[in-house]
Nanobody, 127 residues
Framework: QVQLVESGGGLVQAGGSLRLSCAAS????????MAWFRQAPGKEREFVAA????????YNTDSVKGRFTISRDLVKNTLYLQMNSLKPEDTAVYYC????????????????????WGQGTQVTVSS
């Protein structure tokens, strides 16, 4: 059973930075795609970024390109999201998610495609 545990959220001023971590366990993740989603109050959960665990290929949603970087540490089995130049509209609960993925051609951006989730970590950006 896949277990995902996020950490690193908090309160930061606009323009600041945070790094989120997601410790993954319970499987060998070589055939997985891991992703970050976020959900603001009253809004649907939205895709932020994804990475292929084995090859390291990444994909970001347009609103965070140039500001957020997804990465992973294969030794520590940990997923990261480095968030720079944060904006108040980035305020949300951030979730990491995992999916077995053999397609290799495109990234899944719908939350419905992912079957393992962490508990979430709150990120609040003040103006």
């Amino acid at each position: 059973q896949v277990q995902l545990v996020e950490s690193g959220g908090g309160l930061v001023q606009a323009g600041g930075s945070l790094r989120l971590s997601c410790a993954a366990s319970g499987r060998t993740f070589s055939s997985y795609t891991m992703a970050w989603f976020r959900q603001a109050p009253g809004k649907e959960r939205e895709f932020v970024a994804a990475i292929r665990w084995s090859g390291g290929n990444t994909y970001n949603t347009d609103s965070v390109k140039g500001r957020f970087t997804i990465s992973r540490d294969l030794v520590k089995n940990t997923l990261y999201l480095q968030m720079n130049s944060l904006k108040p509209e980035d305020t949300a609960v951030y979730y990491c998610a995992a999916k077995v993925d053999y397609n290799g051609r495109y990234f899944y951006t719908s939350s419905l495609e992912y079957d393992s989730w962490g508990q979430g970590t709150q990120v609040t950006v003040s103006s």
